[in-house]
C-alpha cells in the first residue's frame, strides 16, 4: 500500500489545483485539505493491489452467524444500560430524483403516509420511551440536503427524541480537461460541487464537533445506515455482542440472491478482513465474483462503528479508504468526482467483524418496484417496524420490473387504485400504459404487456395467476 512519489507532472497539476481550491471560500479549510488529499493519493496511485490467490473465505469467527449471537437481556435495565451507549446515523444526503421526487429521499412516503424519516423517528421513540433511555439520532445531510433537512426535522421538535444534523463535506468538481476545480470556471451553482460518498461519515462526525459532543455523553456505537433501508433497525443482539467482544467496527452482511450479485462482499486477506468491491476484482475473476457459489455474503451498509476508533483514526488520519473514481458531465464538460464508501474502513479498525444478519435487516427502497413490495400485504407496520407478513411461505420476495411509466411516485401511485395482493406472487413484469383496478390478487409468474398506444386496465377484484396478459381478453 506503499504510495509512489508524484511524477513532476503531477505535482504541478496539484499545486496548481491547489492553489485554485484555496481561493473557494464556500468550503472551509477542512474541506479543502480533505479534497487536496483525496485527488493526492488518487494521482499516487496507492491503489492496494489484491492478489486473487490470497483471498479466503471468512470464518463464523470473522463472520458471526446472526443466530449465534446470545439473546438479549431480559432485564429492562440492562437493555437500557445498553442504549444509552448507542448513537443511530442515517446517511441522509441522497435526493428523490430517482423516483421523481424533489428534495431528501428521506422524506418520500412509504406506507400510511410516513415518510423514511417519520419510521426512523417513530422506531427509536418507542425505544426511548420503553426503556427510558435516550438514543439520540444523528442525520448526515449533504449540501443537497440539509436546508430541507433543517425545516422537516422541525415536526419532530415534541418528539421523545434528540435529533441532531450534520453535513458531509463539500468538494469540488475536478475538469477532467485541465483538472481545475469545476466552480473556478465561474460555475458557482450546486452543480459545480459534490458530496464524496459515505466514507465521509467519519471524517464528517469528527470535523462537525458532533463526535467530541456523542464521546462526552458517554455513547460508546454509532449505528450507520442508509436512510432508506426500511429493515436498518437497532439490534439489541448486536449491540450488546460488540460491546462485549470489544469489535470496533461490524458489518452487517446477508446471504445473496442473484439480485444481489454485484454487491461488495467480506473477505479474509492477509489475516484481515476486508470489503471487495465488484471494481477491484480483475475482468478475469468478474463471474466468479458474482457467483454465490463462492461469495456468498453482500454489505447490507448497515455499520456498527466504536466512537473512539473512529476519533482515533481520523485523528492520524488512517482511514485511506479505496477511491471510487466517479465520471459526469455537467453542461457538456466531462467532471470527475472522487469517492470513498464506508464499508471500505472495515480493515483499517481492530476487532473488525461482519455479522450474517436475517434478509429482514435489508429492504432497501431504490424503485417504485420496492415501493410496490413494502406497501402491499406482504408488509405490515408495527411501532415504525416494517414487518413481513409470515403467510408468504417463499422467503425470497417477489421480482418485480415495473415499465418507465411507473418510474416516478407519482406515476406509480396514480396506475394502482389501489396496491394488489401479492402474498403468493413469484415475478411481475409490466410494460406500457397499464393501470390497476382495486382489490386485485396476483399470484405465481405474471407478465402484462400493453400494445404500443393502448391502454389496458385491469379491472377491480380480478384475480390473476400465472398469465401473460397482452390485452383485455387475456384477463
Keep these: 500500500m506503499a504510495a509512489t512519489k508524484l511524477s513532476a507532472a503531477d505535482s504541478e497539476k496539484l499545486s496548481k489545483l491547489q492553489s485554485a481550491v484555496s481561493g473557494l471560500s464556500e468550503i472551509s479549510e477542512n474541506e479543502k485539505s480533505g479534497f487536496i488529499n483525496l485527488v493526492s493519493r488518487s ?3 496507492e491503489a492496494q493491489h489484491i492478489e486473487w490467490s490470497k483471498i479466503k473465505t471468512p470464518t463464523d469467527e470473522v463472520v458471526v452467524p446472526y443466530d449465534s449471537l446470545a439473546p438479549t437481556p431480559e432485564d429492562p435495565a440492562e437493555t437500557k444500560k445498553l442504549l444509552d451507549k448507542l448513537v443511530v446515523l442515517k446517511l441522509n444526503g441522497g435526493l428523490g430524483t430517482t423516483m421523481g421526487c424533489t ?33 439520540p439520532l444523528l442525520l448526515m445531510n449533504s449540501f443537497n440536503t440539509h436546508d430541507d433537512t433543517q425545516k422537516i426535522v422541525e415536526k419532530y421538535a415534541k418528539s421523545n427524541i434528540e435529533i441532531h444534523t450534520f453535513n458531509q463535506s463539500q468538494y469540488p468538481r475536478l475538469v477532467v480537461e485541465d483538472f481545475m476545480p469545476l466552480p ?3 460555475n458557482m451553482g450546486k452543480d459545480g460541487w459534490y458530496p464524496p460518498g459515505h466514507g ?6 469528527k470535523n462537525s464537533g458532533k463526535l467530541d459532543a456523542l464521546l462526552s455523553q458517554g455513547k460508546e456505537y454509532v449505528f450507520v445506515a442508509n436512510s432508506d433501508n426500511l429493515g436498518a433497525v437497532v439490534d439489541l443482539k448486536i449491540l450488546k455482542h460488540l460491546i462485549q467482544s470489544k469489535n470496533e467496527y461490524c458489518m452487517e452482511v446477508t446471504p445473496k440472491t442473484l439480485a444481489d450479485v454485484k454487491g461488495g462482499t467480506l473477505i479474509s486477506y492477509e489475516g484481515k478482513v476486508q470489503l471487495l468491491e465488484i471494481a477491484q476484482v480483475p475482468d478475469e475473476h468478474v463471474n466468479e465474483f458474482k457467483s454465490i457459489e463462492k461469495f456468498k455474503i453482500f454489505n447490507t451498509n ?52 461482519g455479522i450474517n444478519v436475517p434478509r429482514s435487516r435489508f429492504l432497501p427502497v431504490k424503485a417504485t418496484s420496492d415501493l410496490l413490495l413494502v406497501q402491499s400485504d406482504l408488509y405490515t407496520l408495527n411501532d415504525g417496524f416494517v414487518i413481513r407478513n409470515k403467510a408468504r411461505a417463499n422467503p425470497e420476495n417477489p421480482a418485480i420490473e415495473l ?15 389501489s396496491i394488489p395482493s401479492i402474498i403468493e406472487l413469484d415475478s411481475l413484469k409490466v410494460t406500457g400504459d397499464v393501470c390497476f383496478g382495486a382489490g386485485i390478487t396476483l399470484k405465481g409468474k405474471l407478465v402484462v404487456a400493453a400494445k404500443s398506444g393502448v391502454k389496458l386496465e385491469i379491472p377491480d377484484g ?3 395467476a400465472n398469465k401473460e396478459i397482452n390485452g383485455p381478453a387475456d384477463i
Excluded at 465521509?200 to 462526525?205: C, E, H
Excluded at 448497515?302 to 453542461?331: G, H, R, Y
Excluded at 415499465?403 to 387504485?417: D, I, Q, T, Y
Design 462 to 464: 380480478a384475480v390473476i
Design 403 to 417: 415499465g418507465p411509466e411507473f418510474k416516478k411516485v407519482a406515476n406509480f401511485l396514480s396506475r394502482f387504485k
Design 302 to 353: 448497515n455499520l456498527w462503528v466504536n466512537l473512539k476508533a473512529i476519533k482515533k483514526l481520523v485523528e492520524v488520519d488512517a482511514l485511506k479508504m479505496e477511491i471510487i473514481p466517479n465520471p459526469k458531465e455537467v453542461d457538456g464538460i466531462k467532471v470527475l468526482q472522487l469517492e470513498t464508501a464506508a464499508g471500505a474502513a472495515i480493515r483499517f479498525f481492530d476487532h473488525a467483524i
Design 103 to 135: 428534495g431528501p429521499k428521506s422524506v418520500i412516503e412509504v406506507r400510511n403516509g410516513l415518510t423514511f424519516l417519520d419510521l426512523i423517528v417513530i422506531q427509536i421513540e418507542s425505544l426511548n420511551s420503553k426503556y427510558g433511555c435516550n438514543v
Design 184 to 186: 473556478c470556471k465561474g
Design 200 to 205: 465521509d461519515v467519519f471524517p464528517a462526525l
Design 43 to 45: 494521482l499516487s496511485g
